[in-house]
């Protein structure tokens, strides 16, 4: 059982930075891969980034290049740093646990939701 927590999210201007954290309870959490997902209003949920146990990443073509994803193993703590903001950024941004895939269907573990909103 994998409990995560998200928090960071806020109010930006386009082409302002955020940090997302997602805390993670759970002794399997440092072999998990841990995903970053967003969903705007309407719209399905969404792949961002994901990061393996040993630190591999994935990014959609949309944020590569803007957005970083890292872990600290010894803290339980996944980070995505969002940088060159754009409104279409705008989300609620979902941390998950357990696969590797960029279907969100595949997941079972999700926190609640941190929400990001970048004005024009």
């Known amino acids: 059982q994998v409990q995560l927590v998200e928090s960071g999210g806020g109010l930006v201007q386009a082409g302002g930075s955020l940090r997302l954290s997602c805390a993670a309870s759970?002794?399997?959490?440092?072999?998990?891969?841990i995903s970053w997902f967003r969903q705007a209003p309407g719209k399905e949920r969404d792949f961002v980034s994901s990061?393996?146990?040993?630190?591999?990443?994935r990014y959609s073509d949309s944020v590569k290049g803007r957005f970083t994803i890292s872990r600290d193993n010894a803290k339980n703590l996944v980070y995505l740093q969002l940088n060159n903001l754009k409104p279409e950024d705008t989300a609620v941004y979902y941390c998950?646990?357990?696969?590797?895939?960029?279907?969100?269907?595949?997941?079972?573990?999700w926190g609640q939701g941190t929400q990001v909103t970048v004005s024009s």
């Open positions: 759970g002794r399997t959490f440092n072999t998990l891969p």
């Open positions: 990061i393996s146990w040993a630190g591999n990443t």
């Open positions: 998950t646990a357990g696969d590797w895939g960029t279907n969100w269907r595949d997941y079972v573990y």
